[in-house]
């Protein structure tokens, strides 16, 4: 089956731990992205990548990272730097100026 | 920062009834796109219009786009209880290539 794949699905995380979320996509995309989305609010962009080793800062990068090793790899770590990072993260792929195709979502509790 | 905003903030309507959904957003873009968001699960993508468009159909769903005044709006008409879910906005600025949400719409539709 073609598509992107979010795991795990539910994650918890102990305080001063780095956790790594991964996505994976088999669709050929060169965009990647990872969003933060806090109960009842919007989408906010993390990192987004257009291609293989390269990366951007999305709006709410501190305390995140992001490695583009292989075109169909976009892992995300959240570091201890990351204050509150009790949310659910979303990963997403697509190609120049189409659809975006969404990952299933980690929900990442600090506990 | 959201690059679009959407309005109004929840809807409430009865099935049968057309719910409009409108949305504002701040840079040139290339295209926008309108996605769904059932509770807790990825976005699922709706429909996308090109920058140099200015309407478009699929099914149930009627999109327009205004340039000028940076503005779309997202029209589902003969609604239906499975309608309900959040409904967001997203836009790629022409400089940058990313991908950005608004804060949504939820919208219920009751039996």
């Known amino acids: 089956d073609g598509g992107i794949t979010q795991s795990p699905k539910y994650l918890f995380r102990k305080e001063g731990q780095n956790v790594t979320l991964s996505c994976e996509q088999n669709?050929?995309?060169?965009?990647m992205y990872w969003y933060r989305q806090d109960p009842g609010q919007g989408l906010r962009l993390i990192y987004y990548?257009?291609?293989?080793?390269?990366?951007q800062k999305g709006d709410i990068a501190e305390g995140y990272s992001v490695s583009r090793e292989k075109k169909e790899s976009f892992p995300l770590t959240v570091t201890s730097a990351q204050k509150n990072p009790t949310a659910f993260y979303l990963c997403?792929?697509?190609?120049?100026?189409?659809?975006?195709?969404f990952g299933q979502g980690t929900r990442l509790t600090v506990v | 920062s959201q690059q679009g905003e959407e309005d109004p903030q929840a809807l409430s309507i009865q099935e049968g009834e057309n719910a409009t959904m409108n949305c504002s957003y701040k840079?040139?873009?290339?295209?926008l796109q309108w996605y769904r968001q059932n509770s807790g699960r990825g976005l699922v993508h709706l429909i996308l219009?090109?920058?140099?468009?200015r309407e478009k159909h699929s099914g149930r769903l009627r999109v327009t786009l205004d340039t000028s005044k940076k503005s779309s709006s997202l029209l589902i008409t003969a609604s239906r209880a499975a309608d309900t879910a959040s409904y967001f906005c997203?836009?790629?600025?022409?400089?940058?290539?990313?991908?950005?949400f608004g804060a949504g719409t939820r919208l219920t539709v009751k039996p």
């Open positions: 997403a792929s697509s190609t120049a100026n189409t659809e975006a195709f």
């Open positions: 669709l050929n995309h060169d965009a």
């Open positions: 990548s257009q291609i293989v080793n390269d990366f």
């Open positions: 840079t040139s873009i290339n295209n």
């Open positions: 219009i090109r920058s140099n468009e």
């Open positions: 997203a836009t790629d600025a022409r400089t940058d290539n990313d991908m950005r």
